[in-house]
């Protein structure tokens, strides 16, 4: 074998280690460099049922004689949770469905049953990973009833209430598919009831996620309250006339409530086509 033909093959084996190095040293792409947002957000406005349509409906179903495990019109299965803790036995009992349906994703808490885990869980739900909660629900402590309600599609529904364990009524709380009763709405038009915000509220404190639109239907704002406090990371969307959703900014509030001695910051800012311009350093 000659010498240029030996030296050919060792700068070509040089070569290859050295693209190997410079694979391992790039900089991986930063998945959240781009505003553009491709899962959720809805560019409409949710179906609110602020209005007394659904309800209506509702009772014209009560009328109906009542089939077993049938829930709203949607036929469900039973199932339940058992642990043990500390000596006491809790149980819940709940109805589910296996309908195809994605929750609706303004709504903070989707409750779906994990049949992996045989648990009840409230985040990350994926059409397929589980079954959303539909129908009567109860949560039992030492065979006592302490908290029973009903569900919709995964979603808080109707009057839920709260015991103590002799059976005494604690709470009394109203929802409408996720939403709580008492939550506030504002509209640019009372006329067309076309939304510009949606307060979220609970026992007088503004309590879950909180929405504001565009005049063109399209999510302007996001964030999420507790106990009257914004937490976690709220999000300002550009106005592209429901073509595509692009963040603006993204403001970094306290991760819980009643946090001493933290300033809220801009975390992070895009240009209407998507690129990023601003991040602060971590």
Same mark, same amino acid.
């Given at each position: 074998?000659?010498?240029?033909?030996?030296?050919?093959?060792?700068?070509?084996?040089?070569?290859?280690?050295?693209?190997?190095?410079?694979?391992?040293?790039?900089?991986?792409?930063?998945?959240?460099?781009?505003?553009?947002?491709?899962?959720?957000?809805?560019?409409?406005?949710?179906?609110?049922?602020?209005?007394?349509?659904?309800?209506?409906?509702?009772?014209?179903?009560?009328?109906?004689?009542?089939?077993?495990?049938?829930?709203?019109?949607?036929?469900?299965?039973?199932?339940?949770?058992?642990?043990?803790?500390?000596?006491?036995?809790?149980?819940?009992?709940?109805?589910?469905?296996?309908?195809?349906?994605?929750?609706?994703?303004?709504?903070?808490?989707?409750?779906?049953?994990?049949?992996?885990?045989?648990?009840?869980?409230?985040?990350?739900?994926?059409?397929?990973?589980?079954?959303?909660?539909?129908?009567?629900?109860?949560?039992?402590?030492?065979?006592?009833?302490?908290?029973?309600?009903?569900?919709?599609?995964?979603?808080?529904?109707?009057?839920?209430?709260?015991?103590?364990?002799?059976?005494?009524?604690?709470?009394?709380?109203?929802?409408?598919?996720?939403?709580?009763?008492?939550?506030?709405?504002?509209?640019?038009?009372?006329?067309?009831?076309?939304?510009?915000?949606?307060?979220?509220?609970?026992?007088?404190?503004?309590?879950?996620?909180?929405?504001?639109?565009?005049?063109?239907?399209?999510?302007?704002?996001? %964030?999420?309250?507790?106990?009257?406090?914004?937490? %976690?990371?709220?999000?300002?969307?550009?106005?592209?006339?429901?073509?595509?959703?692009?963040?603006?900014?993204?403001?970094?509030?306290?991760?819980?409530?009643?946090?001493?001695?933290?300033?809220?910051?801009?975390?992070?800012?895009?240009?209407?086509? %998507?690129?990023?311009?601003?991040?602060?350093?971590?």
């Amino acid at each position: 074998m000659s010498r240029f033909y030996i030296s050919f093959i060792f700068l070509l084996l040089l070569s290859k280690v050295s693209l190997a190095q410079d694979e391992e040293t790039k900089p991986k792409s930063d998945p959240d460099s781009s505003g553009v947002v491709n899962r959720l957000l809805p560019t409409t406005m949710p179906l609110l049922l602020f209005d007394d349509s659904k309800e209506k409906e509702e009772k014209k179903e009560k009328k109906k004689k009542a089939r077993k495990n049938e829930w709203f019109g949607i036929k469900t299965k039973k199932g339940y949770t058992r642990q043990e803790i500390r000596g006491q036995q809790f149980f819940e009992h709940f109805n589910y469905t296996d309908a195809n349906r994605q929750p609706d994703p303004y709504i903070r808490d989707v409750y779906w049953f994990d049949p992996q885990e045989k648990s009840i869980k409230t985040k990350d739900y994926e059409t397929g990973k589980g079954y959303l909660l539909h129908g009567p629900y109860e949560r039992l402590v030492n065979e006592e009833v302490v908290e029973s309600g009903m569900f919709y599609y995964g979603t808080k529904h109707k009057t839920w209430m709260l015991y103590d364990a002799n059976n005494v009524l604690q709470d009394k709380n109203h929802f409408n598919e996720g939403w709580p009763r008492e939550s506030r709405t504002r509209y640019f038009d009372q006329t067309t009831k076309s939304i510009q915000e949606i307060i979220p509220v609970q026992y007088g404190l503004e309590e879950g996620n909180y929405f504001y639109f565009y005049e063109d239907k399209q999510v302007a704002v996001t %964030g999420e309250y507790q106990f009257g406090e914004k937490v %976690g990371l709220w999000t300002q969307y550009w106005d592209t006339n429901n073509s595509k959703t692009i963040r603006k900014r993204e403001i970094q509030y306290q991760e819980t409530a009643y946090t001493k001695n933290f300033r809220p910051y801009i975390r992070a800012e895009w240009d209407k086509d %998507g690129n990023l311009v601003y991040r602060k350093d971590n």
